[in-house]
């Protein structure tokens, strides 16, 4: 199987026992994407090319700089889509998920099943 991010926005969700924080965007975020804060105080997605980025959890709502934005910083959240459970997921270059870590990536949390990641940051 190979591991994505849920496609349709709506389909991604917290769950009962998440916690969801809001956030101020410093750039263009998209529904799924992972977001770490920056210096200015703002989210963007993050990018692993960056060791000093500090990841907050899964958006669960797109915007723009200055646009508030909820965001899933602890718990299950509905986002994945063939992810295979017990793997730890760790972000990527573009703000998504993968199940390899490699270079600066960190780990975002744990597949409880094939479409819910348990957000550990």
């Known amino acids: 199987m190979a591991l994505g991010i849920q496609s349709d926005a709506s389909l991604i969700k917290p769950l009962e026992g998440a916690i969801v924080r809001r956030f101020t965007a410093g750039a263009a975020v998209t529904v799924g994407q992972v977001v770490s804060m920056q ?14 980025q ?11 700089d200055g646009d508030l934005i909820d965001v899933v910083v602890f718990g299950p959240v509905s986002n994945l889509d ?5 793997l730890i997921y760790d972000n990527t270059t573009d703000g998504t998920v993968a199940a390899s870590k490699a270079g600066n990536q960190t780990k975002i949390g744990v597949a409880i099943s094939s479409s819910v990641l348990f957000v550990q940051i």
């Not at 063939?82 to 017990?86: C, E, I, L, N, Q």
């Open 54 to 64: 500090a990841n907050m959890g899964i958006a669960l709502s797109a915007g723009g």
């Open 82 to 86: 063939d992810a295979t459970p017990g």
């Open 39 to 52: 210096s200015d105080g703002k989210v963007d997605p993050s990018n692993t090319t960056s060791a000093a």
